[in-house]
């Protein structure tokens, strides 16, 4: 619990707080609360390629040929889902990597070690790394997984919708046919 004078102070420093002012720097903030991206409305985050998405999503659409509003809307889902579950299995084998890299010292650093009676400088962090530590390093990939698992069962609900709609469009058109058929005499 803080003091009124101190909430005083912040409540004042805050107000004279003017924020990113250029437009580069108010991007860089936008990003501040996106720390591995499972949960992001953003759909494409800095570690991705918009012309990979952009390939991605023209296949998935060629295989799925939405023929309606309904059905294009299903499969932008489809497609972003699908997205985003490739982004969480990428980020689960670099967790696991960053966690078997920290359990097990390379053979460098440990002749490092011995021969310099130092420790090796210390590396970029890489994607495992940033993501372990996002979560604290508890449960890391528990928690990858169940991210995951939530993005699968979406997915799947997705397509079964889909698969669905697509069915009934089918069954409604040959219903539409039969019955022209029997008005004409075919």
Known sequence: MISQKQLTANQNNASKSTGPRSKKGKEVVAQNAIKHGLRTEKLIIDSESEENFDLHQDQMLEDLKPACPTELMLADRIVELSWRLQRANRFRTAAFSSLQKRAVPTKLDKLLKSVQGQEPPPEEPDLGDIIVN????????????????????????????????????????????????????C
């Open 134 to 185: 996002d979560f604290k390093g508890t449960r890391v990939l528990e928690r990858l997984l169940m991210y995951e698992r939530r993005i699968e069962n979406s997915l799947r609900k997705m397509m079964l919708d889909f698969q669905r709609l697509k069915l009934l469009r089918q069954y409604q058109s040959m219903t539409a046919a039969e019955q022209s058929c029997q008005e004409n005499d």
